[in-house]
């Protein structure tokens, strides 16, 4: 078992940025492929970034160069920089841990782009 939750969102203009973080209630990197994920109101949850126990890095095409998905291994700390966003970006970010087959999340924070 393992506890996650984020903290970071909020509201921001468009072109700015955020930091999003997830804690971890025990270390787990060195065994699970964590990630960040979004769901925006009435589309279905989708993959925003993953980073695996090697420390390989993948990004959905929409984020690929504006997001960096980090982790601080001293802190069971998973963070999600976000940088230029978008008003297409607005969704609630959650964050997972994928252990073999089980799959944890947590709560969610909001993230709103809007001017």
């Known amino acids: 078992q393992v506890q996650l939750v984020e903290s970071g969102g909020g509201l921001v203009q468009p072109g700015g940025s955020l930091r999003l973080s997830c804690a971890a209630s025990?270390?787990?990197?060195?065994?699970?492929?964590m990630g960040w994920y979004r769901q925006a109101p009435g589309k279905q949850r989708e993959l925003v970034a993953t980073v695996t126990s090697g420390g390989s890095r993948n990004y959905a095409d929409s984020v690929e160069g504006r997001f960096t998905i980090s982790r601080d291994n001293a802190k069971n700390t998973l963070y999600l920089q976000m940088n230029s966003l978008k008003p297409e970006d607005t969704a609630v970010y959650y964050c997972?841990?994928?252990?073999?087959?089980?799959?944890?999340w947590g709560q969610g924070t909001q993230v709103t782009v809007s001017s």
């Open positions: 997972n841990a994928k252990i073999a087959w089980v799959n944890y």
């Open positions: 025990r270390n787990v990197f060195s065994i699970a492929v």
